[in-house]
């Protein structure tokens, strides 16, 4: 029996004239707006990766298993470059350099087989922006629908694209031609509102420029853009999860007794907090269906994509322990794939708010409420530890501050998000406090990894109010104010410096922290009120 051929030609209100906008001539077939299905048998055709067991789609990113902070660009032009947090962050890009490399970007997808996705980012209709991605990747757009909120067919119809994303990701850029690094380059130009991609197949590169991109227009309408997720409770609370990679947000928000809002981008708004996005971008090396059901889940179910994540090539079964390609193997999938998630992706102004830091030196408290100015302080520093993991025998770990929790896509200067944060947090008197997934014991090496049950009693405790009468002590470093017991949690774990075998070794320790909290913050000094100048460890 021979099948009919299937039908993906463009839909009627659709044309190529419609890419010319964007300096597109395309002399290849031209899809628009496919469904997931239709995707999937594209991707498979064309060899651009695997199904595999129970129907996700298997692609691999390598030698970019991740983003390429280095090879990031903001196109420096006259209307949007004061305003720009110019460094090793937002590193400028000229003109010129810009208009021959989006010239060879056309230049290599015009003959070419093309993929076009339109889509919305912001739930909050009068901050939503719609995007358009342009891509000769079946698979890569697939993504762009898990990531991105899904028009419905009328609103697909009429979609006029306020952001264009031109998809190269096979394209090497030239550094000499392009004013480059190295052949990979990912290029935002705020005033043509459009974003370049080129040399790097890794998915995350796609949505993290418009998050960037959401970063620099919602400023100016008081909107707080946020690195975080957002759940909501059975009585209507809303509460935030900031935390840098590795640090439980994605894993902590997925309670099955709250709904997800969303597990990464965020705006906060004079009418609540919003989504920006309509799917997770899960990290799920060694992800356990005990600790983390409902993620686990969605690495057995079609639709999701699953990045350098290695599979048996003959039985397809995945094995979510092996790290031989990239400790961050992602899942790509829908957020209604969550059980219970948010149909609007919105939510009220948050009750409480969570820091997350997995210190590795083992010395913060597993939980502590933070007056406003301390939430300032930290929300500025936004600190974790990383673990040296990939040499031999290295097993100290390095702090990491990443100011705003999210500094790789910040445009401006960090202080303009912290005034804003203090704003809300005055006018709404939302909760906030910094929780340790890290190390208890002792530092890395040392200690072991607080457990995962612990942590979420102590959330969960801040939740629903029960942490609101507990005594508490203040902590002699780090001035936090740390709940003396938690129904759940051994009350010796809530005092570092007890757990640890050798108390001297905790206070060298902390005193280490201490001082790289502080000359990490000398850099916002002047632009810091001085009452959030000394919130930080003494």
Same mark, same amino acid.
């Given at each position: 029996?021979? !099948?009919?051929?299937?039908?993906?030609?463009?839909?009627?209100?659709?044309?190529?004239?419609?890419?010319?906008?964007?300096?597109?001539?395309?002399?290849?077939?031209?899809? =628009?707006?496919? #469904?997931? &299905?239709?995707?999937?048998?594209?991707?498979?055709?064309?060899?651009?990766? @695997? !199904?595999?067991?129970?129907?996700?789609? &298997?692609?691999?990113?390598?030698?970019?298993?991740?983003?390429?902070?280095?090879?990031?660009?903001?196109?420096?032009?006259? #209307?949007?470059?004061?305003?720009?947090?110019?460094?090793?962050?937002?590193?400028?890009?000229?003109?010129?350099?810009?208009?021959?490399?989006?010239?060879?970007?056309?230049?290599?997808?015009?003959?070419?087989?093309?993929?076009?996705?339109?889509?919305?980012?912001?739930?909050?209709?009068?901050?939503?922006?719609?995007?358009?991605?342009?891509?000769?990747?079946?698979?890569?757009? $697939?993504?762009?629908?898990?990531?991105?909120?899904?028009? #419905?067919?009328?609103?697909?119809?009429?979609?006029?694209?306020?952001?264009?994303? $031109?998809?190269?990701?096979?394209?090497?850029?030239?550094?000499?031609?392009?004013?480059?690094?190295?052949?990979?380059?990912?290029?935002?130009?705020?005033?043509?509102?459009?974003?370049?991609?080129?040399?790097?197949?890794?998915?995350?590169?796609?949505?993290?420029?418009? /998050?960037?991109?959401?970063?620099? /227009?919602?400023?100016?309408?008081?909107?707080?853009?946020?690195?975080?997720?957002?759940?909501?409770?059975?009585?209507?609370?809303?509460?935030?999860?900031? %935390? $840098?990679?590795?640090?439980?947000?994605?894993?902590?928000?997925?309670?099955?007794?709250?709904?997800?809002?969303?597990?990464?981008? @965020?705006?906060?708004?004079?009418? +609540?907090?919003?989504?920006?996005?309509?799917?997770?971008?899960?990290?799920?090396?060694?992800? #356990?269906?005990?600790?983390?059901?409902?993620?686990?889940?969605?690495?057995?179910?079609?639709?999701?994509?699953?990045?350098?994540?290695?599979?048996?090539?003959?039985?397809?079964?995945?094995?979510?322990?092996?790290?031989?390609?990239?400790?961050?193997?992602?899942?790509?999938?829908?957020? @209604?794939?969550?059980?219970?998630?948010?149909?609007?992706?919105?939510?009220?102004?948050?009750?409480?708010? /969570?820091?997350?830091?997995?210190?590795?030196?083992?010395?913060?408290?597993?939980? &502590?409420?933070?007056?406003?100015?301390?939430?300032?302080? @930290?929300?500025?520093?936004?600190?974790?530890?990383?673990?040296?993991?990939?040499?031999?025998?290295?097993?100290?770990?390095? &702090?990491?501050?990443?100011?705003?929790?999210?500094?790789?896509?910040?445009?401006?200067?960090?202080?303009?998000?912290?005034?804003?944060? +203090?704003?809300? !947090?005055?006018?709404?008197?939302?909760?906030?406090?910094?929780?340790?997934?890290?190390?208890?014991?002792?530092?890395?090496?040392?200690?072991?990894?607080?457990?995962?049950?612990?942590?979420?009693?102590?959330?969960?405790? *801040?939740?629903?109010?029960?942490?609101?009468?507990?005594?508490?002590?203040?902590?002699?470093?780090?001035?936090?104010?740390?709940?003396?017991?938690?129904? %759940?949690?051994?009350?010796?774990?809530?005092?570092?410096?007890?757990? =640890? *075998?050798?108390?001297?070794?905790?206070?060298? *320790?902390?005193?280490?922290?201490?001082?790289?909290?502080?000359?990490?913050?000398?850099? /916002?000094?002047?632009?810091?009120?001085?009452?959030?100048?000394?919130? %930080?460890?003494?």
């Amino acid at each position: 029996m021979t !099948l009919p051929a299937l039908d993906m030609s463009p839909a009627p209100s659709h044309t190529a004239v419609e890419l010319d906008a964007h300096g597109l001539t395309p002399a290849g077939d031209i899809h =628009w707006n496919l #469904s997931p &299905a239709q995707l999937y048998e594209a991707a498979l055709a064309r060899g651009e990766g @695997h !199904l595999v067991n129970l129907g996700p789609f &298997a692609a691999v990113t390598v030698p970019h298993t991740g983003r390429s902070p280095d090879d990031r660009f903001t196109v420096e032009e006259p #209307s949007t470059a004061d305003q720009i947090d110019w460094g090793s962050i937002n590193r400028p890009m000229s003109e010129t350099h810009y208009r021959a490399l989006r010239a060879d970007i056309i230049e290599y997808l015009n003959p070419r087989e093309l993929f076009v996705r339109d889509a919305y980012c912001g739930a909050d209709p009068a901050h939503r922006i719609s995007v358009r991605v342009v891509s000769p990747s079946a698979w890569h757009t $697939l993504f762009v629908y898990n990531m991105f909120l899904r028009p #419905s067919a009328a609103e697909l119809a009429a979609i006029r694209p306020d952001f264009v994303v $031109l998809h190269a990701p096979l394209l090497q850029a030239d550094p000499v031609r392009h004013g480059t690094r190295s052949g990979t380059a990912v290029v935002v130009n705020l005033a043509e509102r459009t974003v370049l991609v080129a040399g790097t197949r890794y998915a995350g590169e796609i949505k993290k420029s418009i /998050f960037s991109s959401m970063n620099f /227009f919602l400023p100016g309408k008081q909107a707080l853009p946020m690195h975080c997720s957002a759940n909501i409770g059975e009585e209507g609370d809303t509460a935030l999860f900031f %935390g $840098l990679s590795g640090t439980g947000k994605t894993t902590l928000s997925a309670d099955h007794a709250r709904r997800l809002i969303g597990d990464d981008e @965020h705006g906060w708004s004079d009418d +609540g907090i919003f989504n920006f996005e309509g799917g997770c971008y899960a990290k799920v090396i060694r992800l #356990s269906p005990e600790n983390e059901p409902e993620i686990y889940r969605t690495t057995r179910m079609f639709g999701t994509i699953l990045e350098n994540v290695i599979f048996d090539q003959d039985t397809r079964e995945l094995d979510l322990d092996d790290d031989t390609l990239t400790e961050n193997t992602r899942a790509s999938y829908p957020i @209604h794939y969550i059980p219970g998630a948010v149909p609007d992706g919105r939510g009220g102004h948050p009750n409480n708010i /969570f820091f997350l830091t997995a210190d590795a030196f083992g010395v913060l408290p597993p939980i &502590a409420r933070l007056t406003p100015e301390q939430a300032m302080y @930290h929300f500025l520093s936004g600190y974790t530890a990383k673990v040296a993991g990939t040499e031999r025998g290295v097993t100290d770990p390095r &702090a990491t501050f990443s100011a705003c929790f999210g500094a790789p896509f910040l445009p401006m200067h960090p202080s303009v998000y912290a005034r804003i944060l +203090g704003e809300k !947090l005055r006018r709404h008197g939302s909760r906030v406090w910094l929780v340790n997934t890290g190390w208890t014991g002792g530092g890395f090496g040392t200690g072991r990894r607080m457990d995962l049950p612990h942590t979420r009693a102590m959330i969960r405790a *801040a939740l629903d109010g029960s942490l609101d009468g507990v005594p508490t002590r203040t902590d002699p470093v780090f001035g936090l104010a740390v709940p003396r017991e938690v129904e %759940g949690v051994p009350a010796r774990v809530l005092t570092p410096r007890s757990t =640890w *075998a050798d108390p001297e070794a905790y206070d060298r *320790a902390a005193g280490r922290l201490a001082s790289m909290f502080r000359e990490n913050f000398s850099q /916002f000094a002047d632009a810091a009120p001085a009452e959030v100048r000394v919130a %930080g460890p003494k």
